[in-house]
């Protein structure tokens, strides 16, 4: 720093000397002789005459800051002019550094802590009307309890690096952490910071920014026109919040602050499941104990190991094919070497243990990262990977178990295809399906079984539409006998058969039920038939989805119902409970063709009496049984991440961090959509005689809803909750008894 004197004065405060300086400020450090405590004081470049604008909109942003109290916002204490007139405020000095000087990347849980202070801290910065517009690591700085303290509201500070490039007049902000609207020097909101936010964290997570470019305009662009990256394997529990945060679209990001909190609750809960020990430890631990060995077991044991990289070495495969093949051996050793065999071209070295175990590994590495990134099939797939290790060790059980997922993957694709007229697509997925499995044999035969049932199970619900049902299933022909000939025989007399009814593809072995079929009343939901267990004749038709908002909004409207008193589920969107919820504000975005939410048992109770008066139908909750067996036949299901739960064919990710519309998926097997994810649903437990309305002792919900995750199953969950008290995260489903 140079000696010279500085080149004003503050009244109260003497300059220490200066901390940095940018293109639109300098910070010095001072002591405030009133208090004898050290400040940091930012003072605004410029006389005041050259840019009168900008000072009278930095000291009215000072003022408005100075009155938010949030633990993680820099404290503003004083606002005033320097003895040359230029603009400036004080601010505690944090001695601990910026964000930018800090490498988290293998510290996640750091990570998360961090997220979720400054997303807080915008929130409130929010609720106060400011909009932060330089989000950025050098603008996060830590106390001395080490906890992150956002600063420099509304000022833009030039960096030294082409990706932090201060934009000037209508674009101020760091073109790396701009949001696209930003850039493009429009007007933003709290959703631009919260896109800021966003980078920040992809940064933290990887050291390197999701957009980058020579200049600062290529940066914009890059924010503007390139897809969101994808991050790596070991983080794809935050890709959820880093796709929604990146939105090119405001609309599509997190709407508010607590949206993003949600978010990071739902990761918190998948951290705690990882493992806690990394790479390193576990390679510094190996490191330790070797070392404690006496020398003379130490140089053995080091000879052995050298032996076993030098048999993995040979036997390393060039990934070309499909099989994992040994090192060249003279013509005659043609068959591929088991596991723990015998080893070598020319002499036979044993080599101890498995000498397979890391090129299976690895190829079960390759394998699950293709599987994660949905490339099912092709050179380099999940399928490829799986196969080879089977070809060597037929049975391998990590391998047959990746079998199973891809074939399921590939029959919630089949199915999903069907049911939307999609020929070409189902015939591809078939025929890509039918090849795994022969290529696996034996090892795929109980993943084949369920595929054939799901795709059973698909053409059943196509040929009950009868919408051009021939049209849609005859080309599917060829390749299901190539699955299946038994199943293809049989939906060949289905559709050349004119029957009426819908009976099973199998030949039934007792005289089916007579057909019933599921009704549709004026005014009432799409049903589909809840088939008894036993075989008999439904009694019941369940609503096909579940009851959206604008028809709930129907009910409210007729009856003058009034909203009910919501919460946010324990643990999850802690900052919902400060604010007040309905079904028709629930602290997220939703529209008219999402489940409605925040509704209590009294007001489903309500709902279905009133949707049984304007059908003249008999309407009312499903019991316990009634849901579970439905739900059963749709197959037991856990959820993932920030995802919805009933989008098997996405890999979970359905795209939408809460609710997602009502048929936004295909039903399940059942002909039942969204009982494996969307929202919980009211049961009436006490739907027996002599115990209903307030006489019941107990409100229960059952299944899993947006904001859970893998830890329990649909078919397992139940809760409990006082009558007139509703969720964010339950809503409402009917059935409606047939005569």
Known sequence: MSSSPPPFTIPGYRLLRRLGAGGMATVWLARQESLSRLVAIKVLAGDGAASDELVRRFENEARTIARLDHPNIVQIHD????????????????????????????????????????????????????VHR????????????????????????????????TGEGMTIGSSGYMSPEQARGQPIDGRSDLYSLGVVAYELLTGEMPFQGGDALAIALAHIEKPIPR????????????????????????????????????????????????????????????????????AVLLAGVLLVALALLLLASPRTGDRLTAAPAPPAATAPVPAGASVGADTATSVPGDALAGTRAQRLRDAADALVAGRLAGPGGAADHYLAVLAVEPGQADARTGIASVLEALAGQAASAIAE???????????????????????????RV?????????????????????????????VIEGLDAPLAQALRGRLDAAATSTPALATPTKAPPPAVEAP????????????????????????????????YAVFARETARAAATCRATPGVLARLRQREIDWRNPGFAQDDHHPVVCVSWD???AYAAWLSRRTGARYRLPNS????????????ATGCAVANLDSHANGCNDGYAYTAPVGRFAPGASGIAGLAGNVAEWVDVCARPGRRGNDCPVHRFRGLSWLDDDAESNIDRMDKAAAGVGFANVGIRVVRELP
């Open 79 to 130: 606002v005033g002019r320097t003895s040359t007139g230029q603009i400036y405020y004080t601010m505690p000095h944090l001695p601990k550094g910026d964000l930018a000087a800090r490498n988290l990347r293998d510290d996640p849980e750091r990570v998360l802590a961090v997220v979720r202070a400054l997303a807080e801290a915008l929130g409130c910065a929010h609720e106060h009307g400011i």
């Open 134 to 165: 330089d989000v950025k690591p050098e603008n996060v700085l830590f106390d001395a309890r080490d906890r992150p303290m956002l600063a420099d509201f509304g000022i833009a500070l030039s960096g030294s690096q082409p990706s932090r490039v």
């Open 231 to 298: 991050l790596p394997v070991t983080r794809r529990v935050w890709q959820p919040l880093i796709d929604r945060a990146l939105a090119k679209d405001p609309d599509e990001r997190f709407q508010s602050a607590e949206e993003m909190i949600a978010a990071t609750d739902v990761i918190a809960r998948r951290l705690r499941r990882l493992p806690r020990h990394g790479v390193a430890r576990g390679w510094r631990g190996l490191a330790e104990r070797f070392i404690a060995i006496p020398r003379r077991q130490r």
């Open 421 to 447: 007229d999609r020929t070409a697509a189902a015939s591809e997925a078939l025929a890509t399906a039918a090849g795994i499995a022969a290529r696996a044999g034996a090892d795929a035969e109980p993943a």
């Open 450 to 478: 369920a595929l054939v049932q799901a795709v059973r199970d698909a053409c059943e619900r196509r040929l009950a539409q009868r919408r051009d049902a021939r049209a849609v299933l005859e080309p599917l022909l060829p």
């Open 520 to 551: 549709r009343d004026t005014g009432g939901p799409p049903l589909a038939l809840l088939k008894p267990a036993d075989g008999s004749a439904p009694r019941l038709a369940m609503a096909v989805h579940e009851v959206t908002r604008g028809e």
């Open 603 to 605: 007001d489903a109770m």
């Open 625 to 636: 049984d009634e849901w579970l067996l439905a739900a059963r036949r749709d197959g037991r």
